[in-house]
């Protein structure tokens, strides 16, 4: 017979057979996965497979049709139809104010040349036929480059719901870059005697990237989309 603590009368009392001492883990029963001590966070559970990327991540993939723009994100690019749609309005557009304009520069010539001697008269023919020329040519030209410098867009495409970017920003492209991009196949036009225009109006059609950029848009850094 042994002896423990005289102060306890009993002796040494052991731990349960099978239990832990303070501080330990608890056993969990047989087919439960055990638990973590005490001071130790659980992992959180892994999920299931590898999250994929979304649009507009970088080095997400863009699907065809769209364009990931600086500042805007993945957006949707304006359609090859929408935009010769597009065209086609912005010429009447053009036209209907070059014949206003014309009105009022023959008219105003015209009420001249009734109270003036025939060499007076035709004097005011010439001048009228140069001023309608320059007249023609500059709303021609400012119709494209105002409106797309000052609002990103033309009233044609305003109508069909889109508007140009400068694809490196997603800003409004500025004067600098409208001007490109109209210049630009009127210039190559006339040094290959309208062929070059041709071929930019259907360079969109080129483009690999399905982004629909023809060669005017690649040379001023602009991109036309749709609103949103």
């Known amino acids: 017979m042994s002896f ?3 102060n306890n009368p009993y002796g040494q009392q ?10 330990y883990p608890q056993q969990a ?3 439960v996965p055990p638990q973590a001590g005490y001071g130790y966070p659980q992992q959180p559970p892994q999920p299931y497979g ?3 990327q979304y649009p507009g991540q970088p080095g997400a993939p863009v699907p ?17 139809g929408a935009r010769f749609g597009a065209r086609l309005l912005d010429m009447i557009f053009a036209y209907i104010v070059v014949i206003i304009l014309n009105i009022i520069i023959f008219g105003a010539a015209f009420a001249g ?13 010439v001048g009228s036929l140069i001023a309608s020329l320059l007249v023609s040519a500059l709303t021609f030209i400012f119709y494209d480059v105002i409106f797309v410098s ?4 033309t009233p044609g495409k305003m109508i069909l719901g889109m508007r140009i970017v400068n694809s490196r920003t997603g800003q409004k492209p500025g004067f600098g870059p409208a001007l490109v991009r109209w210049g630009f196949p009127i210039g190559l036009g006339y040094i290959t005697c309208g062929l070059g225009y041709i071929l930019i109006v259907i360079s969109p059609f080129f483009d690999n990237t399905g982004q629909l950029r023809g060669w005017h848009d690649k040379a001023a850094n602009t991109l036309v989309i749709k609103k949103r």
């Open 29 to 31: 029963p047989q087919g």
């Open 4 to 6: 423990g603590d005289p």
């Open 113 to 125: 040349s009734s109270s003036s001697s025939d060499s007076a008269a035709s004097g005011l023919a």
């Open 150 to 153: 000052t609002m990103g867009s």
């Open 14 to 23: 052991q731990p349960p057979q099978g239990q832990p001492g303070y501080g």
């Open 64 to 80: 065809e049709g769209f364009a990931n723009v600086p500042g805007l994100g993945p957006v949707e690019v304006g359609t090859y």
């Open 50 to 52: 590898v999250p994929g």
